[in-house]
């Protein structure tokens, strides 16, 4: 029987692929009721075992748990593509502070400081006041994305939904870092072509 960090982490990498897909077919102008069927049967697909293991599995063991950032992004993007839902309130917002995040744990954590920041993620209760804090700030500011990524991670984590113990690998991972980053950097590309535009 799968235990049930398998099935999280098959389910989200599942996700992942769907999403992707989304995009592809709806580049390709597919009718939503033929996307739907579409994306349903490469779900069920990423996960049926192709020589003991799911394409979902092997795409798992190449990127690890997907973090729980990750996972409300993907599942954002793939409401939108299937309902046209616009973004959450507090997206970009979110993507900034993921950004941020991202540049200052990871160079600690690999070591270019005498400090490691992940040690945090094993249940330190300032760490856990933190979160909380930022958690009420951004709901109070109207940024409901980021209130609810942080606290679906910590009750994740409370969960053992994946197979790491540290709350950081809930919070963040390197692919949805880079995402992130990728964003914005493109939004701000964009914002100055927009303003260079205007410009007599």
């Known amino acids: 029987m799968i235990h049930f960090t398998d099935a999280t982490g098959l389910l989200g990498c599942a996700l992942a692929i769907v999403v992707i897909a989304s995009r592809a077919l709806g ?6 009721v033929h996307l739907r069927w579409g994306l349903a049967a490469i779900f069920i ?15 798992r ?33 979110l993507l900034l502070l993921i950004v941020i995040a991202a540049a200052g744990f990871y160079p600690l954590a690999l070591g270019w400081g005498d400090y490691d920041p992940y040690r945090l993620g094993y249940g330190s209760p300032w ?15 109207g940024f409901p994305v980021i209130a609810f990524t942080i606290a679906l991670s910590v009750l994740a984590w409370s969960a053992g939904w994946c197979e790491s113990t540290n709350l ?13 980053a990728a964003a914005i950097i493109t939004q701000g590309i964009r914002k100055i072509r927009a303003a260079r535009a205007i410009k007599p």
């Open 27 to 32: 580049a390709l102008r597919v009718p939503p």
């Open 61 to 93: 063991g190449a990127t690890g748990d997907l973090s729980v950032a990750s996972l409300v992004l993907l599942a954002a993007a793939l409401l939108g593509s299937l309902r046209g839902w616009p973004a959450p309130s507090g997206r970009s917002q």
């Open 127 to 141: 760490f856990l006041a933190y979160l909380l804090g930022l958690a009420l700030l951004s709901a109070m500011k």
């Open 168 to 180: 950081w690998d809930y919070l963040l991972d390197p692919l949805v870092s880079a995402y992130a």
């Open 45 to 59: 697909g990423v996960l049926v075992p192709l020589g003991g293991l799911p394409l979902a599995g092997y795409v």
